[in-house]
């Protein structure tokens, strides 16, 4: 177990770093500026993280793995209350909203730093994280395409991950924005309204993951439920 000590100092650096990170992006952050706002010499960063790179690396998936462990546990928890039958289509689009936009709504530091994060990493993905995020969200996205197609039989596979493609998008933007939702509406949207956005996301994509399917142009040959793409994230 670390020192407490030396946790401390861990966590003051992945915090600082999450600042910043979020603030100015990962190239404009200096190993030198995120000491200064952590109150730590540069020897830390090198003991605890070894560089810059890793150092991100470690901010970004001490946010995503949590969420995704909730999502993958209340997947297995809605899919045994199925038992036989598929897990609703509602049942799956809230246990991988609701724990994403439940930690965005947090009113904290944390939680703001965490919104910008994400933000820029969607805008401005660094290019040495790409394999580890397939490797975090790969496990997830299988599951839940397998969950969608058992939900959606009627939909082609190719289909469905356009629209999941489209759904995840829209969870991401309300993630990102819900707080600027009332401005952008002249209040007619409350900024903290965590519930209402969760349930009209749900209908929302639930109505986009199930419209009816006609072919625009000829379809790829069909996939196996069983392929595990290259996710999107988060």
């Not at 770093?17 to 030198?32: D, H, K, V, W």
């Not at 790969?138 to 999941?164: K, N, S, Y």
């Not at 109505?207 to 392929?227: H, M, Y």
Request: net charge negative; proline share 7%; glycine share 6%.
């Amino acid at each position: 177990m670390m020192p407490t000590e030396s946790q401390s100092t861990r966590d003051r650096l992945l915090d600082a770093a999450e600042r910043l990170f979020g603030q100015q992006g990962f190239p404009c952050s200096s190993l030198r500026q995120i000491t200064d706002e952590a109150g730590v010499n540069l020897a830390a960063v090198n003991y605890h993280f070894r560089s810059k790179e890793e150092l991100y690396k470690a901010v970004l998936l001490r946010r995503i793995r949590p969420v995704n462990d909730e999502r993958m546990k209340l997947l297995t928890d809605a899919e045994q209350l199925a038992g036989d039958q598929p897990v609703p289509i509602r049942s799956i689009l809230e246990v991988f909203i609701r724990p994403l936009l439940r930690r965005a709504a947090d009113g904290s530091l944390a939680g703001l730093s965490f919104l910008r994060l994400i933000s820029r990493d969607l805008t401005d993905p660094q290019p040495f994280m790409v394999a580890e995020m397939v490797k975090e969200f790969d496990p997830l996205v299988g599951r839940f395409a397998r969950a969608l197609t058992q939900a959606l039989p009627d939909i082609p596979l190719p289909e469905l991950f356009w629209r999941m493609q489209f759904s995840i998008g829209g969870m991401l933007y309300a993630a990102a924005h819900q707080r600027d939702f009332e401005r952008t509406s002249c209040g007619l949207c409350r900024g903290d309204d965590l519930e209402g956005c969760v349930q009209r996301l749900i209908d929302f994509c639930a109505a986009g993951l199930a419209a009816p399917f006609s072919a625009l142009e000829e379809q790829p040959a069909f996939l196996s439920a069983d392929v595990e793409p290259v996710p999107a994230r988060p």
